[in-house]
């Protein structure tokens, strides 16, 4: 059974840090490339970051000098960590793993809120 949990998320102010885990089972996951997303209501899902099988890392303009993504494939666990959080920054953030079709598996999300 292919899961993707993630976990971390919680209620932070403006200015602090979180780091989100995601936790992959049932799949070779050293072989897809992990994603984060996030998403409010009312607007579409925007990729946040990403890294490749390979480690090489891509950020979103919003979130770079912020953010980090980061994998272990030994614990089959890919991380966000953020920092400088910014109440805009508030959202679901969901896992993603993909490799090139047909397989794409998405987590069930955690809530960040950033107080103002």
């Known amino acids: 059974q292919v899961q993707l949990v993630e976990s971390g998320g919680g209620l932070v102010q403006s200015g602090g840090s979180l780091r989100l885990s995601c936790v992959a089972s049932?799949?070779?996951?050293?072989?897809?490339?992990m994603s984060w997303y996030r998403q409010v209501p009312g607007k579409e899902r925007e990729l946040v970051a990403s890294?490749?099988?390979?480690?090489?890392?891509f950020l979103s303009d919003s979130v770079k000098g912020r953010f980090t993504i980061s994998r272990d494939n030994a614990k089959n666990t890919v991380w966000l960590q953020m920092s400088s959080l910014k109440p805009e920054d508030t959202a679901v953030y969901y896992c993603k793993a993909t490799r090139g079709p047909p397989y794409d598996y998405w987590g069930q999300g955690t809530q960040v809120t950033v107080s103002s």
């Open positions: 890294i490749g099988e390979a480690g090489d890392r």
């Open positions: 049932g799949f070779p996951s050293s072989n897809y490339a």
